[in-house]
């Protein structure tokens, strides 16, 4: 079993920055590839980012590169995505996720682990 749980969302002004924590426990998160998925009211929850159990693989959503940074720290069990440059459309509730299986990791559907997930709103 795997829990997780984030936090570091908040209420930030367009062109702001915030960095959402999600703190790991459970015997796989060394091993297992993470990734950060956001649902917007109304709308599906979306891939955001997703990072290998090494660091060596990452990927990003279109709507977030080069704006958005996913890491991970595996002494301490915390994943991180640092958000750059947000913008409204970024509002959203963000949730971790763990241990992808084998199909793609831009899945809702791959991971077996969730966090509670927590609330990033970005005024303009």
């Known amino acids: 079993q795997v829990q997780l749980v984030e936090s570091g969302g908040g209420l930030v002004q367009a062109g702001g920055s915030l960095r959402l924590s999600c703190a790991a426990s459970g015997r796989t998160f060394g091993v297992s590839a993470m990734g950060w998925f956001r649902q917007a009211p109304g709308k599906e929850r979306e891939f955001v980012a997703a990072i290998s159990w090494s660091g060596g693989f990452i990927y990003y959503a279109d709507s977030v590169k080069n704006r958005f940074t996913i890491s991970r720290d595996n002494a301490k069990n915390t994943a991180y995505l640092q958000m750059n440059s947000l913008k409204p459309e970024d509002t959203a509730v963000y949730y971790c996720?763990?241990?992808?299986?084998?199909?793609?990791?831009?899945?809702?559907?791959?991971?077996?682990?969730w966090g509670q997930g927590t609330q990033v709103t970005v005024s303009s």
């Open positions: 996720a763990a241990e992808p299986g084998g199909g793609s990791w831009y899945s809702v559907h791959e991971y077996a682990y």
